[in-house]
């Protein structure tokens, strides 16, 4: 797979692949809001079933940041923090 920003792409290498399509993009998306006091909160497109059946990978959990300190989840305060999602 490549990845380019937040979008993640697995391609099908085999010559005989029977998997269709033979590629996919798994992208993360987070919300760029205003502090307002709600939980701020990242989502990916719902191609994580076939991502998985293409690379054999698992999908983990998106993961919240601030800084170098791992949250428990999604943000509440301001802040800038980065989600990730694990492969």
Do not use: R, W
């Not at 920003?5 to 290498?13: F, L, S």
């Not at 307002?36 to 998985?52: Q, V």
């Amino acid at each position: 797979y490549t990845v380019d920003g937040n979008v993640v792409t697995a391609t099908c290498g085999n010559n005989d692949c029977s998997e269709t399509p033979y590629s996919v993009s798994l992208t993360l998306s987070a919300e760029n809001k205003h502090y307002d006091g709600d939980k701020a909160s990242a989502s990916h497109n719902d191609l994580e079933t076939m991502f998985s059946i293409i690379t054999k990978a698992e999908i983990g959990e998106i993961e919240y940041f601030l800084e170098d300190y791992k949250l428990l989840g999604a943000p509440t305060n301001a802040g800038t923090y980065v989600a990730q999602l694990q492969i």
